[in-house]
Each structure stands twice: as structure tokens, then as C-alpha cells.
């Protein structure tokens, strides 16, 4: 309870940035994030029809909707504009997926990460948290 109170003091009146935040990892994360009294949580995702399905699962006020991908230096400035937070979760993060699509891969889950990172720089973010994914244990293949 204390680690809880201790977060929920954290994040009080703060603006979120989750990019992947209607992906498997990143649509949990936004959930549990609106538990807080946050101000709003910006949610940067490539994928259309998971960020609909998140608004209308969670339905609530403070969620922002931002069609996007990390890629995209620009839309990434627009969205860390005034963001006190940014939880980094997207990512192409299927093995057979990213086996198949290696380039994609690459610019996605490294060049989209050093957009991010380079931008939160000039943008001055309090936090930068990075969420990584269980792939590479036990890899099995270059990619995890």
C-alpha cells in the first residue's frame, strides 16, 4: 500500500505519455495508470482499431487517443509536448513477426527508441521508463 501511495503522489495531476498504450503490455499499463489521479494519460499508437477499442473499454475523460508511430519524429514531438512522464512500451515484439519483417524490426524497436529518447532530451520529461518484454529468455532465435 505504501509503494501505491507513494506512485499515486508520483503521478498526481501529471500528463502520461505511454507509447504503445493499446498494445498487449502497453494497454494494461494505460489502465492501471487512470487508477491514479493523474491529469491525462496521451496514448501514441500505431494501431487504429486497438486504440478504439481502448477508449471505448475504458471510457474515461483523461485518456487522449494519438494515431501514430514512433517512427514519425515529428507526431512524437506533438505527443511529448508537455508530457511530465513517458513509458516507452512500443515495440514489434513478436518473434515470427519480427523474423519475417527484419527491417521494420530494426526501425521500429531501434530507431523509433532513439527518436523517442532524442526528443524526451529537448522535451525534459521528469521520468523516461522503459518497459521491456520477456522475448529474449531463452531466445531461440536472433530475435529472442
Given at each position: 500500500m505504501k509503494k501505491k501511495n507513494s506512485l499515486?503522489?508520483?503521478?498526481?495531476?501529471?500528463?502520461?505519455l505511454i507509447t504503445g498504450g493499446a498494445g498487449s503490455i502497453g494497454s494494461?499499463?494505460?489502465?492501471?495508470?487512470?487508477?491514479?489521479?493523474?491529469d491525462s494519460v496521451r496514448v501514441l499508437d500505431i494501431?487504429?482499431?486497438?486504440?478504439?477499442?481502448?477508449?471505448h473499454t475504458l471510457n474515461d475523460s483523461r485518456l487522449r487517443?494519438?494515431?501514430?508511430?514512433?517512427i514519425d519524429k515529428e507526431r512524437?514531438?506533438?505527443?511529448?509536448?508537455?508530457?511530465?512522464?513517458?513509458?516507452?512500451?512500443?515495440a514489434i515484439k513478436n518473434i515470427e513477426i519480427?523474423?519475417?519483417n527484419?527491417?521494420?524490426?530494426?526501425?521500429?524497436?531501434?530507431?523509433?527508441?532513439?527518436?523517442?529518447?532524442k526528443i524526451a532530451n529537448r522535451t525534459k520529461p521528469k521520468k523516461f521508463i522503459n518497459i521491456s518484454t520477456?522475448?529474449?529468455?531463452?531466445?531461440?532465435?536472433?530475435?529472442?
Open positions: 499515486s503522489s508520483e503521478l498526481k495531476n501529471k500528463t502520461i494494461i499499463l494505460t489502465k492501471k495508470i487512470l487508477e491514479f489521479p493523474i494501431n487504429e482499431h486497438a486504440l478504439f477499442k481502448l477508449k487517443l494519438l494515431l501514430g508511430s514512433i512524437v514531438e506533438l505527443a511529448c509536448n508537455n508530457v511530465d512522464v513517458i513509458f516507452h512500451a512500443a519480427s523474423e519475417f527484419p527491417i521494420e524490426t530494426i526501425e521500429t524497436n531501434v530507431n523509433g527508441l532513439v527518436n523517442l529518447i520477456d522475448k529474449a529468455v531463452n531466445p531461440s532465435t536472433l530475435y529472442g
